[in-house]
């Protein structure tokens, strides 16, 4: 997790040395739309937040699945658990009784 912040925090830093090296005006045209005279660093700080917040949504895609899968492996767990101390409730019970006779 601390190798991920680092590089993410590297990553940032470079975008902002980028960026702040690049500011001058620049027409922006996609598709249909059309912003005249935009900074650059602008630009490119909107590019990096638009990415980031995509990296994070898919990422919470899986860590939603994930949080499901471990519910589920947990919930299975505890079952096999009490199905185990009861298997040896009834192993101690039948052992008790074969040894009294």
Known sequence: MHVYLF?????AVFVAIFAVENT???????????LPQVSVV????????????????LSLTKMIRQA???REV?????????EIDQL???QNK???SSNEV
Do not use: D
């Not at 590089?7 to 990553?11: A, D």
């Not at 602008?42 to 949504?57: Q, W």
């Not at 947990?74 to 009490?82: D, G, H, Q, Y």
């Open 7 to 11: 590089f993410v925090f590297v990553i």
């Open 24 to 34: 001058s005006p620049v027409n922006l045209k996609f598709l249909f739309w059309s």
């Open 42 to 57: 602008m630009v490119i700080i909107c590019s990096f937040v638009v990415g980031a917040l995509a990296a994070f949504f």
């Open 68 to 70: 499901i899968k471990y």
């Open 74 to 82: 947990e919930t299975l767990n505890r079952k096999l658990t009490e």
């Open 88 to 90: 040896k409730s009834e």
């Open 94 to 96: 039948k052992s008790g």
